[in-house]
Structure formats: C-alpha cells, structure tokens
C-alpha cells in the first residue's frame, strides 16, 4: 500500500495554487481597453500620422468627410513640407475626454507640440485644440 505524505499533498496543492493564480492574473491582463484609452491612442496616432504627413495613414483614423478634408489637404504639401513635418516629432497630450452618455460621440481636448502649420508655413511648439470623435460601426473615428 501506498502512502501520500502531508509534504506531498502541500507541495502539490501549492503548485495548483500557483497556478490558479498565474491563469487570473493572465487572463485579467487581457481585458478589453476601455473607450477613453481607445480615443486617446487613436487621437494620438492621427495627431502623429497627420502631422509628420502620412496623410493615408491618418484617413485610418477618420470618419468619411474627415478623410475626405486630408485628401484635399494632401495637394497643398509637396516635398519641401513633408520633410520638415517628418523630422518635426509631433505628439499630442490629452487634456480630457468627454464621451456622450449614448457612448456615441467625444471631444477631446489636448496639446500639440511640434506640429506644422500651413497656414505659417512653421513649426509650432506648442499649440492647444480639441477634436470630435464619434463612433462608427465600433470604431471611434476624428470627425
């Protein structure tokens, strides 16, 4: 007859344990991110795109008429202004974060620094705005 000692029974209950821990520790860091982190990184990314003239790229991040108005913009950025607004390192600082109780719609409001303007032909240091988000078929979209 075999016998299983309390040290066994101990070390195997603890390893199940751990294990049990490591599975809700894992599982628990894969939650879905919540739609304020959504609208920042997305802001974030457009501001970046946008700024540093990848304008295809910052379409992905708009509603229809939004990338519609960045077309247009497109034709007015020739060389000469893409390479200063690649080497310009634009980011944008969120501010706040202002979601409709329907979860529809945001204004954000944030700093940008180190973006180009076409209207001065420069790069601005610093410069405060805010953009509308709104969510289309699951994706929170600048409109």
């Known amino acids: 007859m075999h ?6 029974i101990i070390m195997k209950s603890s390893k199940i344990i751990l294990m049990i821990i490591v599975l809700i520790g894992t599982i628990s860091s894969c939650s879905k ?11 974030k990314n457009f501001v970046e795109t946008m ?13 229809e008429p939004a990338a519609a108005s960045l077309e247009f913009l497109k034709t007015f950025i020739n060389e000469d202004i893409k390479l200063i607004m690649e080497t310009s390192n634009p980011s944008a600082e969120i501010i706040s974060i202002d979601i409709n109780e329907e979860k ?8 940008l620094k180190n973006v180009f303007d076409l209207s001065s032909m420069a790069v601005i240091e610093e410069t405060s705005t805010w953009f509308t988000l709104i969510k289309v ?4 979209l600048i409109d």
């Open 104 to 111: 529809t719609e945001a204004e954000v409001a944030c700093m």
């Open 137 to 140: 078929e699951g994706k929170w």
């Open 3 to 8: 016998y299983i000692s309390l040290k066994d």
């Open 33 to 43: 991110p919540t739609d304020e982190e959504i609208i920042s990184k997305n802001v």
């Open 51 to 63: 700024y540093t003239g990848d304008m295809d790229k910052a379409m992905n991040y708009c509603t």
